[in-house]
Every structure is written in C-alpha cells, then in structure tokens.
C-alpha cells in the first residue's frame, strides 16, 4: 500500500532534521560516505570552473563584458563550491577537525607568540630593546610631563 501525500511529506521533513543533526549517520544510512560525496563535488566544482574559464574568455574574444562577468560570476561560485568540497573531504577523514564547529569555522592561532604584559612605570635605566613601540612611547611622553611639572 502506497504513503499518503501527508506521510511522505513527514517523511522528508524527517529525513531533512536527520541529514541536518547528523550528517555522518544519514549518509551511512543512505549507503553514501562523505569523502565519496565531497570528491564528487569537487570534481563537478572543477568541471564548472572550466566552463566559467570558457565563458569568460569568450566575453573577453567576442568584447562581450556581461558574457564575460557571467564566466567571472560562475568560476568564483564553481571555486567556492569546490574547495567547501575540499575542507568537507578533510574534514571526513578526520573526525576531530570535522567537531571543532558547527558552522565549520574554527580558531586560528596567530598573533603574539609571548602573552602580553600588564602596563608597568618603567625607570631610567630599563633596556629600550624591551616592549613594543607603541610602549615606549608612552613611557617616553608619561617621562617628559613628569619632569615638566605635570604638561
């Protein structure tokens, strides 16, 4: 006996809830795994690219500009598409970088390798080398009102 119009619309709204709770569980379920959906992608990404490279050198031949912006608009997409597609591949072949974020955005450590130093009055004698610019400065200027009487 067939499913109602009302039970395979139930259906689908249960299997889309799935597939976004749990991507992994869904694609095993489906028979699929991500690493062979994402190479997919990627390959499909690159073919567009290609036809974006076409379109975008026949609007350049024929002087064409919005044949040609189109070409741009569609390798932009095909490479966003493709290397989403890329980092979805790394990421299912490794379970720890595939947790780091829900939104697939994760923290990058940069900037400073030494942790920053609370302000301190530095005397006379204290080595110019020590600190950044900016603080030197501001030892410099807070040392130049001290000895003008406060100006």
Request: charged fraction near 25%; glycine fraction near 12%.
């Amino acid at each position: 006996m067939p499913l109602s119009e009302e039970e395979l619309r139930l259906l689908e709204q249960m299997e889309r809830a799935l597939v976004e709770e749990d991507p992994k569980f869904a694609s095993t379920l489906r028979g699929t795994s991500l690493r062979r959906t994402a190479r997919r992608r990627a390959v499909l990404a690159g073919v567009v690219f290609l036809v974006g490279v076409v379109l975008l050198m026949s609007g350049a031949i024929t002087q064409l500009w919005p044949v040609g912006l189109a070409g741009f608009v569609v390798m932009l997409a095909a490479a966003t598409v493709g290397l989403t597609a890329l980092k979805g591949q790394a990421a299912a072949e490794s379970p720890a970088a595939a947790q780091a974020h829900p939104s697939g955005f994760g923290v990058v450590e940069g900037g400073r390798s030494r942790p920053k130093r609370g302000r301190t009055k530095r005397t006379r004698g204290a080595s110019r080398s020590q600190g950044s610019f900016m603080e030197r400065m501001e030892e410099r200027w807070r040392r130049r009102r001290d000895e003008n009487g406060g100006f």
